[in-house]
């Protein structure tokens, strides 16, 4: 079995508040999810992106960096930090796996308990240029076909009952803003069909779209984790457990304002 906390889009910065998103109020909501996960037993906590955010800034804040670290590596379990559009506004990407201690580029694959868990990047320009860097649009989001190659042989070599796909950008079929979702990854069809044809138990878990979201498609879970910055206060934080059983079932209980939903069977 696992039992791994969830969280996304802290959007963390000391100096900052825009619209929606209390950047400052976000140390002290991860340091709340983390207390959680304490109590509830997690044995690995997967962050879905956007940690940092340095929206107007022209050099990155490292001291906010630091807080994220320093809290971060209180957690005593694994933390494995996937990379998000704002993260890489002043980071590039081997900055950002060596600033999260992650042991290599992405993607990258790894087992723990009974999940195989799959780490992607999508922060790829159509013609397979990083999109580091603010010059960037963020809808520009795209996984090269090397990367989808590496994901159809990494699936199709696991054993594990669970296989967690884990990407900041999200990759359901939506129409919530319009025809084409811009949180969507350009290219998602390639990829969904990747994960509906290897015969796998997938489950992908995203974030990005601030409200969050779930959907069901072609028997896949698609799980977007609403964003930890909306709202100012304990009150509005939002992260998540997801427990694995050796008996088949997968449960995702949602804390504070994220809610709760069975994704494989009864708990």
């Given at each position: 079995m696992a039992v791994i906390g969830m969280i996304t889009d802290s959007h963390y910065n000391r100096q900052i508040q825009y619209g929606s998103r209390y950047c400052p109020d976000?140390?002290?909501?991860?340091?709340?999810?983390?207390?959680?996960?304490?109590?509830a037993g997690v044995?690995?906590?997967?962050?879905?992106?956007?940690?940092?955010?340095?929206?107007?800034?022209?050099?990155?804040?490292?001291?906010?960096?630091?807080?994220?670290?320093?809290?971060?590596?209180s957690a005593s379990v694994p933390v494995y930090s996937v990379m998000g559009n704002h993260d890489l506004e002043l980071l590039d990407k081997a900055h950002?796996?060596?600033?999260?201690?992650?042991?290599?580029?992405?993607?990258?694959?790894?087992?723990?308990?009974?999940?195989?868990?799959?780490?992607?990047?999508?922060?790829?320009?159509?013609d397979g240029q990083d999109t580091c860097g603010p010059q960037w649009d963020w809808r520009d989001s795209w996984i090269p076909a090397e990367q989808i190659a590496w994901l159809q042989a990494d699936l199709a070599a696991s054993t594990h009952p669970f296989n967690l796909v884990c990407v900041h950008q999200n990759l359901d079929i939506r129409a919530t803003e319009g025809p084409e979702d811009p949180h969507c990854i350009r290219n998602a069809a390639a990829v969904r069909t990747v994960l509906q044809d290897s015969g796998r138990r997938i489950i992908v878990l995203q974030g990005h779209y601030h409200p969050g979201m779930r959907q069901l498609q072609q028997g896949i879970p698609y799980l977007t984790l609403r964003a930890m910055c909306e709202g100012p206060g304990l009150e509005n934080n939002a992260f998540a457990i997801?427990?694995?059983?050796d008996d088949g079932t997968a449960c995702f209980t949602g804390y504070a304002r994220q809610d709760s939903l069975v994704v494989f069977d009864d708990c």
């Open positions: 976000s140390l002290v909501k991860l340091q709340a999810a983390l207390a959680v996960f304490r109590t044995d690995l906590v997967i962050n879905l992106g956007d940690s940092l955010d340095c929206h107007g800034l022209m050099h990155l804040d490292e001291d906010s960096l630091a807080d994220l670290q320093e809290l971060l590596a950002f796996c060596r600033a999260f201690a992650l042991p290599s580029l992405f993607p990258l694959s790894f087992n723990h308990g009974n999940c195989h868990i799959i780490l992607l990047d999508a922060a790829f320009s159509e997801l427990r694995t059983g």
